[in-house]
């Protein structure tokens, strides 16, 4: 297995990246992985560890994706590291920016843009040839705010909308060469970016009762999905959106007002 995903120094990114190397151990193979993180927080060691720790090995780069000479360094350094040859581009890196539309300042429209679409754009040109080379794939974690306008969030919800758009179209075009396009498209789920949120206890328990499933979600349901289109039982899937909420966004119409029942 030889892989690259973006965004990847804890919460999905990190759980996707330990998942994918203990996958291709089960499998008898040693994984050979790049992460890539902002380089804004301290370099993840202890998940690097678990992740070499299956027997895999790791490159770890970082840097600002929203800047296009970045991506094209790191798009480098990937191929080069992988030999050229690639299984999985997983493209999880994110960023949102919550404000009203009308208040929304260009510049933040633009940088929300930069991170969650341009990059997935930018390296999946660079990698088409060493994904081709072994009818690799490209799985983006998008949200389920890409599918479903969400108010006060900014440019987020257009941004994750462009990047499913742009997998479903590239999952057209290069089918030919063998190489599959997916996304993922989490719901409510606690991360380290979240944490905040969920650390008080009457918000955790108000988000609960909105799922059916009646729980927050965790970055190793959203890694499962995302190992599972990156893997060979899902050799037939490219395309698709994997919605992953808990049954959140078909709630709407469970939640319409209706006559007492007595």
Not at 43 to 56: C, N, Q, R, V, W
Request: with cysteine.
């Amino acid at each position: 297995m030889k892989a690259i995903i973006t965004g990847a120094s804890h919460g999905i990114g990190g759980s996707v990246a330990l998942m994918l190397a203990q996958d291709a151990a089960a499998r008898g193979q040693n994984a050979q992985i790049v992460l890539t993180a902002s380089g804004s927080k301290p370099k993840p060691e202890d998940l690097i560890e678990s992740i070499e720790g299956t027997g895999a090995r790791t490159l770890y780069l970082t840097g600002d994706l929203a800047d296009t000479e970045v991506s094209l360094r790191i798009a480098a350094q990937t191929i080069e590291f992988l030999g050229g040859e690639m299984d999985c581009f997983i493209s999880n890196a994110g960023v949102s920016s919550p404000a009203a539309l009308h208040d929304l300042p260009l510049e933040k429209w633009d940088w929300t843009f930069n991170v969650n679409v341009r990059p997935t754009f930018i390296l999946s040109q660079a990698f088409r040839p060493s994904l081709a080379a072994r009818r690799g794939s490209i799985t983006a974690v998008a949200s389920m705010s890409g599918q479903r306008p969400h108010p006060g969030l900014g440019a987020y919800s257009a941004a994750k909308a462009a990047l499913i758009m742009l997998c479903r179209q590239i999952a057209q075009e290069w089918a030919a060469d063998g190489i599959r396009a997916n996304v993922v498209a989490p719901g409510m789920i606690r991360t380290p970016l979240t944490e905040k949120i969920y650390h008080h206890d009457a918000v955790r328990r108000q988000r609960e009762a909105l799922v059916p499933l009646g729980r927050i979600g965790t970055p190793e349901d959203i890694a499962a999905l995302v190992v599972f289109l990156a893997s060979p039982a899902a050799s037939y899937v490219t395309g698709e959106v994997l919605r992953a909420d808990g049954g959140l966004s078909d709630r709407t119409l469970g939640t319409i007002p209706g006559l007492p029942k007595d």
